[in-house]
């Protein structure tokens, strides 16, 4: 079975300010997908970004950029220019590349941005 | 719809009686999957539905959870004798297939949140 940790419950950062969001993993696949996905207080999931496990390059959205370790199975989410808006919780996921469709997800991470 | 609708947005019911609760796919979505949110926590995957058949539906937690799809739409996941541990937000998500392509992006719904007395 996959896990997946989020070892930070809380994040606060500074409007403008750039924060980073941890995440592990624990898999014996050599090919998955990893996620981060936002949830406001509406409830709505929306994807972040994304990361096929066979590119070595980091992926990057405008200001949501990741680090992906595939050896440590770290993949880390940085928040740039950190806006009002991205106040939320974040979620990381997993997934296999083939042959289970269904996403693992951590406990999430609380991201505050201070005005 | 241009989304993934869920009702009811909210559901409040007494401990033993049962609950419906309702997923619309974006339309063309093959692939169907229904989480539970528990307060605080990430998503616990329940089942997925390819079409209207269930290959997978190793997260439900109990034979009180049963789920159903009609054809490539509506989903209807259904608790019988509810029980306070039921309290949660249940989320329904779609794809246009379950494929190993990244592109096949699960679009969650707004969630119903279910509350158990």
């Known amino acids: 079975a996959q896990t997946v940790t989020q070892s930070q419950p809380e994040m606060s950062v500074q409007e403008a300010e750039t924060v980073t969001l941890s995440c592990t993993y624990d898999t014996s696949e050599s090919d998955y997908y990893l996620f981060w996905y936002k949830q406001p207080p509406s409830r709505q999931m929306i994807l972040v970004i994304r990361?096929?496990?066979?590119?070595?390059q980091n992926a990057t959205e405008n200001r949501f950029s990741v680090n992906f370790q595939k050896a440590a199975k770290s993949f880390s989410l940085k928040i740039s220019d950190s806006q009002l808006g991205d106040a939320a919780m974040y979620f990381c996921a997993y997934r296999k590349a083939r042959g289970d469709y269904k996403l693992s997800f951590g406990a999430g991470t609380t991201v505050t941005v201070r005005a | 719809g241009a989304g993934v609708s869920q009702s009811p947005s909210n559901k409040v019911t007494e401990k033993g009686k049962d609950v419906e609760l309702r997923c619309d796919p974006i339309?063309?979505?093959?692939?169907l999957y229904w989480y539970r949110q528990r307060l605080g926590q990430g998503l616990e995957f329940l089942i997925y539905f390819q079409g209207n058949s269930a290959p997978d539906k190793s997260g439900l937690p109990s034979d009180r959870f049963s789920a159903e799809r009609t054809g490539e739409s509506v989903s209807t996941l259904t608790i019988q004798r509810t029980q306070q541990e039921d309290s949660a937000v249940y989320l329904c998500?779609?794809?246009?297939?379950?494929?190993?392509?990244?592109?096949?992006?699960?679009?969650f719904g707004p969630g119903t949140r279910l509350t158990v007395l």
């Open positions: 339309s063309g979505h093959t692939a």
């Open positions: 998500a779609s794809s246009r297939a379950p494929g190993t392509g990244v592109g096949n992006e699960q679009f």
């Open positions: 990361q096929e496990a066979y590119k070595q």
